[in-house]
Nanobody, 124 residues
């Protein structure tokens, strides 16, 4: 069982940046993938980005490339999501997720562990 705890959400104005963090604790899986999903009001949860712990290879949803950056720190079992030039459409609850199979996927049902989520609101 991996526990995931997110932090860093809050209120931002359009054009500003926020950095989300997710700390994983529990049994040490050697090659997990950690990712971020988000759910906006009235919409289904959608994939944002993911990173493979072993080699740092990452994948960001095409529509978010250039604004969102995912990074990891294996020493602290932490993954970060740097969100730049935020837009009102980025308003959502952001969830950290972990997958013990080291193959990238954007399908949420294929992630085995989830955090409670952190709320991001982008508004002027």
């Amino acid at each position: 069982q991996i526990e995931l705890v997110e932090s860093g959400g809050g209120l931002a104005q359009p054009g500003e940046s926020l950095r989300l963090s997710c700390v994983a604790s529990g049994p040490a899986y050697s090659n997990i993938i950690m990712g971020w999903f988000r759910q906006s009001p009235g919409r289904e949860r959608e994939f944002v980005a993911a990173i493979r712990q072993s080699d740092g290879h990452s994948y960001v949803e095409d529509s978010l490339k250039g604004r969102f950056i995912i990074s990891g720190d294996n020493a602290t079992n932490t993954v970060h999501l740097q969100m730049n030039n935020l837009r009102p459409g980025d308003t959502a609850i952001y969830y950290c997720a972990a997958r013990t199979v080291p193959i990238f996927t954007i399908i949420e049902s294929q992630y085995h562990f989830w955090g409670q989520g952190t709320r991001v609101t982008v508004s002027s």
